[in-house]
C-alpha cells in the first residue's frame, strides 16, 4: 500500500478527481438553497455557461500550467468568500467564474512566474477586461489579503473530501489516509466501497444536472 503519511490532497494523483465532485456537490448543496438564486454579482451569469463543471476544471489546470496546491488554495479563498458574502456561495449560475478568478488569484499568490490575465481570460472563455473585474472584485472583498495558514489549507482539502462523501462516493484509501493525517477525522469512520476515479466527477455530475457539451472556443460564457 501506498505510504500517504505527511502527504496532502493536492500530492494525490487523484487530486483533480476530488477536487472536481467536491466543487460539484458544493454546488449541489447550494443548489438546495432557493433564496441564493435572487443573488447577484459579477461572478454570476444570466444563463448556465455551455460548458460541463468537470470539463471547466480540467480545462483550467490543463492550461494553467501552476502546482496542484495553487487549486486548493482556490478553494480555500473560494470558502473564505462564502462565509462573508452569500451572493459568493457557489451555486450553477456563479461557480464557473468564482473558481477560475480565485485560481487566478491563487496562482498569483502561490507561483513566481505565472501566465498573464489575458492567457487566462482565453482558458476560462472570458472576455479580458471581464476577468480583471472579476479578479479586482474578489480582491476587494478579500480586503486584498491573501495571506493563509496551513491550517486553512488543510481545512479546504478536507472539506472537499467531506462533500465528496456527501455524494455518497466513498473515498479510496489514499484519501481517507490523507484526512487522517489532518487529524480531522477517525480511522473507522469510512468504509471503502470503491476508489477515487474519474467517474466520480460524472456521478457528482448527475445529480447536479448537465450542462450542454463543451465548445472548443475562447468565449464560453453567455450572459
Known sequence: MEDVRGVSLHELEDFE?????GVLAWVRKSERRPRLRVFSSECHGKRLPPIKLEDYVARIMKYSNCSPVCF???IALMRRLASKFDEMIPINLNVHRLLLACVVLAIKMME?????????SKVGGLGLVELNILEMDLLKRLNFDLRMDPEELQEAEAFLLSEVMSCNVNLGTRERAVLRNYGLVGKDEFHRKRPVSPSMEREATSKVGADEAFPDAVRVFVH
Open 72 to 74: 486548493s488554495v482556490a
Open 17 to 21: 478527481s476530488v477536487l472536481t465532485a
Open 112 to 120: 513566481d512566474r505565472h501566465f498573464d490575465n489575458l492567457h487566462f
